[in-house]
């Protein structure tokens, strides 16, 4: 992850983002309906059509940052596949995914993403 004043902005860099996360992830559980409609509305586009995007775009800067010699693009591409692997689960529907009745599946997908992801950028960056 770099020297100690990298690690530092890499982390406070994550932060940020896993707060702006946790706002966005209440107001979708708070009223799913509204965020929709807010997305279509807003973007102008099918609500699909985001998740795809933002797909598309952590995967390009995980990509990108598995060329720098820093770490922090990675976790950033890494967090935007997993946002929009939870946001195709939330549109897809949130229980398909109740595998065996086991309702931490859903919870875990994005996870297991996010954390494969960044264990394949630091051995590639190794």
Not at 63 to 74: A, C, Q, V
Not at 95 to 100: A, L, Q, S
Request: with cysteine.
């Amino acid at each position: 992850m770099g020297g100690r004043k990298s690690k530092m902005g890499t982390y406070f860099i994550m932060l940020g983002v896993l707060i702006v996360g946790a706002l966005v992830a209440n107001l979708v559980f708070s009223n799913p309906t509204v965020a929709k409609e807010g997305v279509q509305g807003f973007f102008g586009m099918p609500s699909w059509a985001l998740a795809v995007v933002t797909f598309v775009i952590g995967a390009v800067i995980f990509w990108f940052g598995l060329k720098l010699e820093t770490d922090w693009p990675e976790a950033i591409g890494a967090f935007l596949v997993a946002a929009s692997v939870c946001a195709a689960e939330l549109l897809i529907g949130w229980n398909h995914f109740n595998v065996g009745g086991l309702f931490v599946v859903p919870y875990l997908l994005p996870i297991a993403m996010f954390v494969a992801l960044l264990m394949y950028g630091m051995k590639k960056s190794a």
